[in-house]
């Protein structure tokens, strides 16, 4: 994986928007944000990974053109709202590739984080982030779940969403005060 800041040039979403400035695994750590390769041919190790983050839950998903059809340009929309979940988000790419975008606080600053087959993605629950394909317009990934499967969004409403308990929960888990 490989973290930069987002350029904030206006544009297809799906473009690398790449500022030139990296951001560093301490960085990434610091608002919570964890991420590991684990090699597409060692996936016994995220069965290993999520047992250990009590996971119960492990499904696939496959977002293509050809397999959204007319529902496709709707979908990537809805996905790169910006949002945050009351659960932790983890995402493990088996093929394909695309972007997770996620606010860096206090600074508001969008942080780009572009994921390869191999990469393991933990966004924490609170976050504000939202997630776009690349221009190859295909990623497969395992999604993993404490509870049952859902991909359930909190829309960024400002001063109504920052009241949220799980949000506050994770602006104290990286020491900042609201």
Request: some cysteine; charged content about 30%; proline content about 5%.
């Amino acid at each position: 994986m490989r973290a930069f800041y987002f350029d904030n040039i206006p544009g297809d979403q799906r473009l690398p928007h790449d500022s030139g400035n990296p951001v560093s695994d301490d960085i990434l750590k610091s608002i919570g944000l964890l991420h590991w390769h684990i090699p597409t041919n060692q996936q016994n190790q995220i069965d290993t990974f999520a047992e250990e983050r009590n996971c119960k839950n492990i499904d696939t998903i496959t977002i293509t053109k050809q397999g959204l059809g007319d529902l496709y340009e709707a979908k990537l929309k809805i996905f790169y709202e910006e949002h945050m979940h009351e659960d932790e988000e983890i995402r493990y790419i088996l093929e394909g590739s695309g972007f997770f975008d996620v606010r860096e606080h206090p600074t508001d600053s969008w942080i780009r984080c572009e994921l390869d087959a191999g990469d393991l993605l933990l966004v924490p629950a609170g976050i504000y982030h939202r997630f776009t394909l690349d221009e190859n317009n295909m990623i497969k990934a395992l999604r993993l779940f404490k509870y049952e499967p859902e991909w359930a969004p909190v829309l960024n409403r400002g001063d109504l969403t920052d009241v949220n308990p799980y949000r506050i929960d994770y602006l104290k888990s990286i020491a900042v005060s609201n």
